[in-house]
């Protein structure tokens, strides 16, 4: 059980039916290994990695080649401890249920580097703003367990902006306010079902929705708008006393190191820390700062990164937002998708992510505004996941897990869709030249096994025919086309034929396309390659 997991109220607004549009079949319930192929810790860190397993409950685990300093539970699949050494090992995974058994190799990587693919989760913004609570975040971690997320890979349950209270405590860190009364035992709880707790701050003396953030212009790390009561009980700035925006500023001293080492003493996985403009003297003190508490903490930028700082970025932070706040709106997917994202291509690399915000499916509503289903239309949602998938983006969750669709859960179910997003090459798709128009894009992906996946876009507001040429992507001889949305192989196409397919307004493809590129020795003219 999730220490202090009361039931909150459920709000009685029904979901949308959008039954007919489920493309995603359903998991056979023999038992079926998903999530990411690669996993990187570093050595003598907290190693923590639940096993993804699909399929009937109870399944027994069996893993082989652990680094020593590691073992896995039998019954839970949670993969736990410290690694000793550096190296890499390949592991052997078993897993295995009355109806049939599945086994699949894990490369575990100790060494420098961690987040060896896009972090996926959730994040509490989007859904409850500043007025996250420690149970909120408890019922996010047991939603994600109970409806399956976890059996896909999805792991981080981020607290964003509205935890914060004073600063005390052993290193003079910034402590909880009353609506979290013991981050420790969260994260506890969290970790003995395999998640992992993320939390925010900014590096400003106050954050965005005015709580005090890990700088002070006073050296004790005292704040005088906390002094003089300009707060609510949650040592929030009350805006009928004070403008908050007044306080976004850089302090003269930094506690990015008291705030670390409370965070890793806390057990915390991931920060996401939040400010504009972005620049190098931040993000270097709270990336050392991290570092130097040897724990494994996911280090995500926030907000609107631009492309100067990304030798930078790519040195010291996991992931980085290249874009503003999103909303669910189909102009602000492709904005962020297929303009600013899209420019990061050559800093994406595992370990270093472009990260093109939270997702905005199922109930959202975060942004002072009332809760509410997502205003992206079905085929909107479908471009939504393919284009974070084939862009390697960060995959957080921002809607209210308690209200959690058969719909949206297939949208976030689909491990061969996840899999484009989690290959361990860690390439972002690129557009491609040949084909593509202002209103029809090609998004081309390279894949560590040679496979290549396409998505096709139509930012048409009408139905449009669209494809591609094998030839054009650098392919030849037959190739077969998988769906991956509806996970079935739909035909093949020889280099030189051209596949197409009518899409829906706003809506997208999602293929494999294997062999994909091969090491085979051509032979003859090369205009006759077939």
């Known amino acids: 059980m999730f220490v202090m997991a009361q039931q909150l109220p459920q709000e009685s607004a029904k979901a949308p039916d959008y039954s007919s549009y489920i493309l995603t079949p359903s998991a056979p319930a023999t038992p079926r290994i998903n999530g990411p192929h690669i996993f990187g810790a570093r050595p003598k860190a907290d190693f923590l990695f639940r096993i993804p397993v699909s399929g009937q409950r109870p399944i027994q685990f069996s893993v082989k080649g652990l680094p020593r300093g590691l073992k896995c539970d039998a019954n839970t699949g949670i993969i736990s401890g410290k690694a000793r050494r550096k190296g890499s090992y390949k592991v052997q995974i078993t897993v295995s249920n009355d109806l049939g058994s599945d086994t699949r190799e894990l490369r575990i990587e100790i060494g420098d580097r961690i987040a060896l693919t896009p972090p996926m989760g959730w994040n509490s913004w989007n859904c409850h703003g500043n007025s996250v609570t420690q149970e909120h975040i408890i019922q996010a971690a047991r939603t994600m367990e109970e409806k399956g997320l976890t059996n896909y890979g999805w792991t981080y349950v981020n607290i964003d902006d509205g935890w914060q209270g004073v600063r005390g405590g052993k290193y003079n860190a910034i402590q909880p306010n009353k609506k979290f009364p013991d981050m420790k035992a969260l994260a506890d709880s969290l970790h003995s079902h395999g998640l992992k707790l993320g939390i925010y701050s900014v590096p400003w003396t106050a954050s965005y929705a005015g709580h005090i953030g890990s700088s002070c212009d006073s050296p004790d790390g005292s704040y005088w708008w906390v002094k003089e009561g300009l707060v609510d009980e949650f040592m929030k700035v009350d805006a009928s006393k004070y403008d908050k925006g007044e306080l976004h500023s850089f302090g003269k001293y930094s506690f990015a190191g008291a705030d670390a080492r409370q965070w890793a003493d806390w057990g915390v996985d991931y920060l996401k820390y939040d400010w504009f403009l972005n620049d190098i003297w931040c993000l270097e003190d709270m990336q050392k700062a991290l570092y130097t508490t040897g724990r494994d903490i996911v280090y995500s930028i926030s907000n609107a990164s631009r492309i100067a700082l990304g030798p930078w970025l790519k040195n010291m932070a996991n992931c980085w937002r290249s874009a503003g706040d999103i909303t669910d709106s189909w102009a602000s997917i492709t904005s962020i998708a297929f303009d600013r994202e899209a420019s990061w291509a050559g800093f994406c690399t595992p370990s270093h992510w472009p990260d093109a915000d939270m997702m905005v499916l199922g109930k959202v509503g975060g942004w002072n505004l009332e809760p509410h289903w997502t205003k992206l239309t079905p085929w909107e949602q479908y471009s939504h996941v393919t284009a974070w998938a084939i862009l390697a983006s960060p995959l957080l969750l921002g809607c209210d897990m308690s209200a959690l669709d058969d719909f949206t859960l297939s949208l976030l179910c689909n491990n061969e869709v996840l899999d484009i997003n989690q290959d361990p090459l860690g390439a972002m798709g690129v557009k491609n030249a040949f084909g593509s128009d202002k209103e029809r894009l090609i998004y081309v992906k390279p894949l560590e096994d040679g496979t290549l996946a396409i ?22 001889g037959t190739q077969t086309v998988r769906d ?7 035909g093949q196409v020889r280099d030189k034929e051209r596949w197409e397919v009518k899409l829906p307004a706003h809506g997208c493809a999602l293929y494999r396309i294997s062999p994909g590129a091969t090491e085979d020795r051509l032979e003859g003219k090369w205009w006759e390659i077939k």
Do not use: I, M
């Open 455 to 476: 998505a096709l876009f139509n930012l048409k507001n009408e139905e449009s025919k669209t494809g591609f040429c094998p030839r054009d992507l650098g392919l030849y």
């Open 484 to 490: 991956l949305w509806r996970q079935q192989d739909v």
